[in-house]
Structures are given as C-alpha cells and as structure tokens.
C-alpha cells in the first residue's frame, strides 16, 4: 500500500483507493480493520487520495462467519453480491466520475 501510494504522488497523480478486506464489519475499526487501513491510506496520500472505499467479504450474500477463515476464500461474483455490497460499489464509481483528475 505504501509503495503504490509513494508511486502515485511521486507522478504527482491524485487517485481513488479501494481494498477488498476479509474484516467484518464488527471489526472495521479495530487495529487490522478495513477503517483503518483506510485512515491510513489517507494520512499518506494526503490531497492526492480523492475517496476511499471497502469492500469486505463479510457483505457477501449468504455469508456466515463461522464457515469462513483464512484458509476458505469468499470470492465476489454476481450470485452473492449483497445490495450493500452493491451500494458501496456504485458509491465509489460515482465519486469517481465525479471527480476531476485531471486537477
């Protein structure tokens, strides 16, 4: 994360960032939670970051906690993607064609 976030603002490119993240929701906040990758990412990029997004596995429709770990990947596709999974993911379109990159 950090050598690309180096990368864009050294070709002085501002750029959306996105991260797909096995957290749970309960635990976006926590010290490995997608929050705070996200904050991170922000303290880094600075101006250059113009929106953030995540898009954990934990949102897949049908998803249960207790089937999934480390070893068992969720894998996104058009049968499990939630409505909120959806919702985020057109939230993050939209701020980026809304935003000018060229600035």
């Known amino acids: 994360m950090r050598s690309l976030i180096k990368k864009c603002i050294d070709l002085n490119k501002p750029f959306h960032f996105a991260v797909t993240c096995e957290t749970k929701e309960s635990d976006k906040d926590g010290k490995y939670g997608y929050n705070t990758v996200l904050l991170k990412a922000n303290e880094l990029g600075g101006n250059f970051i113009k929106s953030t997004s995540a ?9 249960n906690e207790n089937e999934y770990n480390i070893k068992v990947k969720a894998k996104f596709n058009n049968d499990n993607f939630s409505e909120e999974l959806t919702n985020r993911v057109i939230d993050f379109a939209s701020k980026i064609k809304t935003s000018d990159l060229s600035k």
């Open 55 to 63: 898009f954990p596995t934990s949102l897949i429709s049908g998803y």
